[in-house]
């Protein structure tokens, strides 16, 4: 890894991290499809940014993750992520909640041979997003792995990270 590539995070990690955040079981295997970001799909996505203010990694989960953890993480009743989803909206504590799962997720993107990355902003889907975040969305798959995410009690839902690759 060169000096400023963002290292991305394994899923035995996530699991762990997850986990032990939530105080619940947790299982998360590789995905194969990447989860799409559109105007139209219901994904909620974290911008993580560098000391420079560079854009460093993404996460993007879909609802059904957003929801989920963000319950899961204050106890709410699992019934209160599910009405979230059905009404296809992530607002008030639950985002709030999410947002510190996402923040929590920068743990898994820092090194000591990397650059130090932080929780910039959080975007839902049909929110516009600044260029170098669409650029990321799009760019190399190899810098990109996607997951699903089982929370004991609460479900599961679908998890993808993304990180800059160095600029060499």
Known sequence: ?????????????????????????????????PLPFGPDDPVVLAEYIDEDGDVAGLAMADLSFACRSGSALVM???????????????????????REVVNVLTRLMNSAESPHVKLNAVYQGGQLLPGEVRTMIRGDA???????VSIEEYGEGRLSVMSRASAA
Do not use: H, T, W
């Open 76 to 98: 709410m009743p699992p019934a209160v992520a599910e009405e979230a989803l059905a009404a296809g909206q992530l607002d008030g504590d639950m985002l709030d909640c999410f």
């Open 142 to 148: 190899a810098r990109r792995r996607d997951y699903v």
């Open 1 to 33: 890894m060169s000096n400023d590539e963002i290292p991305l995070p394994m899923q035995e990690a996530i699991r762990d991290l997850v986990g032990d955040l939530l105080s619940k079981g947790c299982a998360v295997d590789k995905n194969g499809e």
